[in-house]
T-cell receptor
Framework: DAGITQSPRHKVTETGTPVTLRCHQT?????MYWYRQDPGHGLRLIHY???????DKGEVSDGYSVSRSKTEDFLLTLESATSSQTSVYFC????????????????FGEGSWLTVV | EDQVTQSPEALRLQEGESSSLNCSYT??????LFWYRQDPGKGPEFLFT???AGEEKEKERLKATLTKKESFLHITAPKPEDSATYLC???????????FGQGTELSVKP
């Protein structure tokens, strides 16, 4: 199993509060991703990082921000949580997408279940 | 528009009844097609990557194939433990981003 730890695994929060999800990896992989998974939409990319302090937006980035101050940690922040952000959030890592085939695979964490009430 | 479509949405099989799952894609410049397995309450588990038409990969009862427009995941003599949702995803640029299909929920009854 890829060494990916997400925390918290489950959280209930109130509308309007900020929430931070943490992803920690022990693989020293350069790329890290945050996805959300919703019924009827599948997995959708929120933000990704291609190095320390290097991040970019995915297809559903509105209302989310990310930070990566160390190779091993990638934080996802919901600045003011809304009910539409109730979802399962997955962190993923990759060694070198577009490079060698062995480094091209994206591995996923176990998920963080977030409920906004 | 770049798109990945999986069919069927759900598939129910009897143990030992072989079948195939389909993943069709409309992206330009394919840089890899990925298959994942996802169990309830878990993250997607990597199965295979295919890169070029004609390529095949096998793992136990699973075999993935790729053409220029679609990929198939063949399941031979499935067992109940093969029950899961199978996800297909494609990468189409250097940024490493994946586009996922909606998945096929497979149920294998003893």
């Amino acid at each position: 199993d890829a060494g990916i730890t997400q925390s918290p695994r489950h959280k209930v929060t109130e509308t309007g509060t900020p929430v931070t999800l943490r992803c920690h990896q022990t693989e020293n992989h350069r790329y890290m991703y945050w996805y959300r998974q919703d019924p009827g939409h599948g997995l959708r990319l929120i933000h990704y990082s291609y190095g320390v302090k290097d991040t970019d937006k995915g297809e559903v980035s509105d209302g989310y921000s990310v930070s990566r101050s160390k190779t091993e940690d990638f934080l996802l922040t919901l600045e003011s949580a809304t009910s539409s952000q109730t979802s399962v959030y997955f962190c993923a890592i990759s060694e070198s997408p577009g490079g060698s085939r062995s480094g091209n695979t994206i591995y996923f964490g176990e998920g963080s279940w977030l409920t906004v009430v | 528009e770049d798109q990945v479509t999986q069919s069927p949405e759900a598939l129910r099989l009897q143990e030992g009844e072989s079948s195939s799952l389909n993943c069709s894609y409309t992206v330009s410049g394919l840089r890899g097609l990925f298959w994942y397995r996802q169990d309830p309450g878990k993250g997607p588990e990597f199965l295979f990557t295919l890169y070029s038409a004609g390529e095949e990969k096998e793992k136990e009862r699973l075999k993935a194939t790729l053409t220029k427009k679609e990929s198939f995941l063949h399941i031979t003599a499935p067992k109940p433990e093969d029950s899961a949702t199978y996800l297909c995803a494609v990468r189409y640029n250097q940024g490493g981003k994946l586009i996922f299909g909606q998945g096929t929920e497979l149920s294998v009854k003893p």
